[in-house]
């Protein structure tokens, strides 16, 4: 496996960084205290074709292989968790499931906007009842002619009030077995029933908006349904285990922001006459974190390597995951003490990046499911098909 950057990377990611510096960093602390949506960010990442990675070039999109997404998810993440929850969303849930999943229709009609940054993806899964159990949603989606109609409601969608698309999981069969019984649709925001609900106010990511969602009778034409009926189930889980290595980076970047503010802090910071970088305390800190922080970045890139040779990597995603959010979390609590109490202050950004890396354990499958998952392969003891 390979991880070296090839020149095509290298490029890349010069500019995506320049990105982070001139747009990006300047207006993160104010977004987070706004809680304001990044919408000239998201502008500036499409003119970079950030919101076509995973799009075809035929389709107007970049079509990055794993390892350049998961290492332009680190550098967005290092300046932006929320921005970088954004177009995580909308490329590797939403994006991707037409790549993978859409018909010749769908796909002409919907990613060339995508890549282009015309239309904004939601990823519709969760409800009050169903979070890490995800496959006892209750939406549904009743076959009428040639529409289904969507009744229900969804909590948690990130984007919601800034998206034209939705991938909506419902109840297509709900005689049949769990993981037949749900299909994908793509819902378009301005259809007559669909409405947007309270945004909720949350602990970290602020610029980033999750809101609820519902449906009173929503007629989707049969021509929107992603996929065959009764495979929606499988389909969320094969996307979330792409997904899982877009967060997994996410944390990457998120513990090395930590990193680079601890480090430039400990040398300045002056206490008994000398800069706590000489005190032994505050250097096992810094040895710690670029220690986690490394592991936790071989892991995500194995993981995205394993997807780009077409090897199974499911488990890979997982372990990733698992590792890297906790590793963010750590991160970003060592770079606090290393703050002391400045570090408690909005002012010193460490405290901003403790409140965004706790998301990390918790979307797209909670710390506690990527151990159930990791401990299902081993015990199967097969990965699960590349998918
Ligand atoms: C910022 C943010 C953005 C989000 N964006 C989206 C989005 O765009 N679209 C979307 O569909 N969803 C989204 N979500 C929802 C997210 O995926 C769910 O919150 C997550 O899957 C957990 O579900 P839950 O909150 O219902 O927790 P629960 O499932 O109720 O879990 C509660 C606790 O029980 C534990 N637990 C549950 N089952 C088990 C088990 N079998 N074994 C061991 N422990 C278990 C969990 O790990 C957790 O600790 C978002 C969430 C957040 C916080």
């Known amino acids: 496996m390979e991880f070296g950057r ?176 749900i299909t994908a649709f793509l819902v378009e925001r301005d259809l007559p029933g669909f409405t947007i609900g309270k945004k909720e106010r949350k602990l970290g990511l602020r610029s980033s908006e999750i809101n609820e969602i519902s449906f009173a009778d929503v007629r989707v034409p049969t021509g929107c349904r992603l996929g065959d009926e009764g495979y929606g189930f499988p389909m969320a889980l094969a996307l979330l285990d792409t997904g899982r290595i877009g967060i997994a980076a996410q944390a990457v970047g998120m513990a090395q922001a930590a990193l680079d503010l601890s480090l430039v802090y400990a040398q300045q910071r002056h206490q008994f006459g000398r800069p706590i970088a000489d005190l032994q305390a505050i250097q096992w800190m810094l040895a710690d974190m670029a220690t986690r922080l490394e592991a936790a970045r071989l892991l995500t890139y194995r993981a995205a390597a394993l997807k780009r040779d077409g090897d199974p990597f499911g488990l890979a995603a997982s372990q990733a995951k698992l590792f890297a959010s906790r590793s963010a979390v750590e991160a970003a609590d060592a770079a606090i003490q290393i703050h002391g109490g400045y570090g408690y202050l909005e002012e010193y950004g460490a405290e901003r990046l403790y409140r965004d890396a706790k998301a990390t354990e918790l979307y797209e499958g909670t710390s506690e499911i990527q151990r159930l998952v990791i401990a299902r392969h081993l015990l199967r003891g097969t990965s699960t098909p590349a998918s």
Not at 9 to 24: D, M, P, S, T, Y
Not at 127 to 141: K, P
């Open 6 to 181: 090839t020149e095509e990377q290298r490029l890349l990611l010069g500019a995506v960084q320049e990105f982070i510096r001139k747009i990006v960093v300047p207006r993160a602390a104010g977004r987070d205290v706004s809680a304001e949506f990044p919408e000239e960010e998201l502008r500036a990442a499409a003119e970079l074709g950030l919101m076509g990675m995973a799009v075809p070039e035929t389709h107007g999109g970049a079509d990055l292989d794993p390892v350049s997404t998961a290492l332009v998810y680190e550098e967005i993440a290092r300046g932006s968790g929320a921005l970088a929850v954004i177009l995580s969303v909308h490329n590797s849930l939403v994006c991707e499931a037409i790549r993978r999943y859409g018909t010749e229709e769908q796909q002409d009609r919907y990613l060339p906007p995508l890549a282009s940054g015309n239309l904004l993806g939601a990823y519709a899964l969760t409800e009050s009842g169903a979070g890490s159990d995800a496959a006892a949603l209750q939406t549904r989606a009743r076959r009428n002619g040639d529409v289904y109609l969507l009744s229900g409601s969804k909590l948690f969608i990130t984007s919601a009030e800034h998206a034209d698309l939705f991938v909506v999981f419902a109840v297509t069969d709900p005689e049949a077995r769990r993981s037949r019984a």
